[in-house]
């Protein structure tokens, strides 16, 4: 049932006697709650915010409505990690409410300055007739994980010739100065960048808007991100309004990129090339990146997208984030593998090894099967016309991930997967696969894939693309198959188990 605007805007102590243990009695038998991904006690979870490293721990906050699965008064909640594989739950970093941020503490990020982890955020607020009005704020996280937010605003207004949709500041250092990138949309209703600079994050100085060459590109920008590495700039950001075009843009929001000579932060002008996706699974919006200590550009996404229902919905909570992804870039493009970090799920495992050339044919293998694993699959030699995997198989559900050797393409089928989602975003993704790229050359694709009880992320080709995905199969769909129909193909693969029971 939908909560009205008044239940949707309680803040967490003002729920109902009983109401909280009533969600979480109603978690505690569902059976998609995931094993090695994080996931909401209880409520609704989107972006990511803040993803930092700070006093020997990697911090990950993200959005969180506690007190049910649609979009209500967001908090910040805190998890944090030594090792980006196993996370702990802090509790609630920002709790909305305040004069700045009445309704919803929204994304942002996070910078240390003076041995301290200073939170910059979006703080929303509506007035009686519900117009926005929003707020960048700023909240400062002690080394006990206290956070105590400042008074006022850093950022009050909307520059003139925007509108209300102005949100999720990020921030970065470039030699002494503070910059922030800001998501905002035009009076024209088109989204767009911003830019500022601060030298203490408390004032801020307003530049004006990134330049780039997509002028109508899109009616918002949500959650930009800009980030240098290998010598070159690169902005992700989170449009809304892109039309489905060929293989691209079929989720209702997308999530992508723009790489370029590093931005110019005199002129703002960014010189680029084209907009590719980040992910081309179903569920993946607002990623939010990291620089860690040791160099390395880390990603996190939201495994989920606004304006949609999740079959988890009636189970009391929503979404999960992605594993965390390395990137870097080759040619115009960047690449996405999982942390190595990941390899510390294995534990002791060596991992059930197979090897098989199939031959017109569906097998399954001795200890190929589960509901939480890592499979890693390379097909090679490979003149079938189709070749790939059904995974949380049963005689009723199965998800499919297989490539057409005619048009060298590779399709995520989720249509069989389980209980249905929101068919606004269909059932079918697919991808050509570069062409020119090593792997093809030898005929050789790789998959490395992470499945979860009520998701998939597919690393393709060593991390040349990406399909993440929720499925909801029941807990007897277990099975694994590999098929190569019209032709035969070798398979070698490895399986290690991350059932947490
Ligand atoms: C993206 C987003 C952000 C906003 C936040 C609110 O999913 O809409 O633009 O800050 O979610 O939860």
Not at 38 to 64: A, E, K, M, R
Not at 479 to 487: C, E, M
């Amino acid at each position: 049932m939908k909560m009205t605007r008044e239940q949707l805007y309680r803040r967490i102590e003002q729920a109902e006697p009983g109401e909280i243990a009533k969600l979480e009695a109603q978690i505690a038998t569902c059976s998609w709650r995931q094993s090695y991904h994080i996931q909401p006690v209880t409520g609704l979870l989107n972006d990511p915010n803040g993803f930092s490293y700070y006093q020997g721990y990697y911090h990950l906050f993200y959005q969180w409505f506690p007190l049910g699965t649609e979009h209500g008064l967001k908090y910040w909640y805190h998890t944090r990690s030594n090792n980006l594989v196993n996370w702990e739950n802090v509790g609630i970093a920002i709790e909305p409410g305040g004069p700045y941020d009445s309704h919803g503490a929204y994304s942002g990020s996070a910078i240390e300055k003076d041995g301290k982890l200073n939170l910059i955020y979006t703080g929303n607020t509506r007035d009686k007739n519900w117009i926005r009005h929003p707020y960048q704020c700023l909240a400062i996280m002690d080394e006990e994980n206290v956070v105590t937010k400042f008074e006022h605003p850093v950022i009050s207004d909307v520059p003139a010739g925007y509108t209300e949709h102005f949100r999720d500041p990020k921030v970065w250092q470039h030699d002494d100065v503070y910059y922030c990138v800001i998501g905002a949309q035009r009076m024209d209703e088109t989204g767009c960048t911003m830019l500022y600079r601060s030298a203490d994050l408390k004032h801020w100085q307003f530049l004006g808007e990134i330049m780039t060459t997509l002028p109508s590109f899109g009616y918002m920008w949500e959650c930009p991100d800009y980030l240098e590495m290998e010598g070159q700039g690169v902005l992700i950001f989170s449009p809304q309004g892109i039309q489905p075009e060929a293989e691209r843009y079929h989720n209702i929001y997308q999530s992508g990129y723009l790489i370029g000579e590093p931005l110019d932060l005199e002129s703002r002008e960014f010189k680029h090339g084209k907009f590719h996706e980040l992910d081309r699974g179903f569920d993946f919006y607002a990623p939010q990146t990291m620089h860690s200590p040791d160099g390395r550009r880390i990603l996190v996404a939201w495994m989920g997208l606004p304006d949609l229902a999740y079959p988890t919905d009636d189970s009391g909570w929503a979404h999960c984030l992605t594993l965390p992804r390395q990137l870097s870039i080759q040619g115009d493009k960047l690449i996405q593998q999982p942390v190595p970090e990941m390899a510390q799920l294995r534990g002791e495992q060596q991992g059930i090894q197979a090897q098989s050339t199939i031959n017109n044919e569906s097998r399954s293998f001795a200890g190929f099967h589960g509901i939480a694993y890592e499979l890693e699959c390379e097909i090679s030699q490979n003149d079938a016309n189709l070749v790939g995997i059904e995974f949380r198989a049963s005689d009723t559900e199965k998800t499919i991930v297989q490539y057409n050797q005619l048009d060298r393409k590779l399709i995520l089928d989720r249509s069989h997967s389980g209980a249905a989602l929101s068919e606004a975003n269909g059932t079918i993704r697919s991808c050509s696969l570069d062409v020119d790229s090593e792997a093809e050359v030898h005929n050789v694709i790789k998959l490395r894939m992470f499945v979860d009880s009520s998701s998939v992320e597919i690393f393709v080709n060593d991390g040349q693309e990406v399909f993440t995905s929720r499925i909801f199969p029941s807990r007897d769909s277990a099975g694994i198959q590999f098929f190569a129909h019209g032709g035969k193909a070798d398979f070698k693969m490895v399986i290690w188990k991350y059932e947490m029971e």
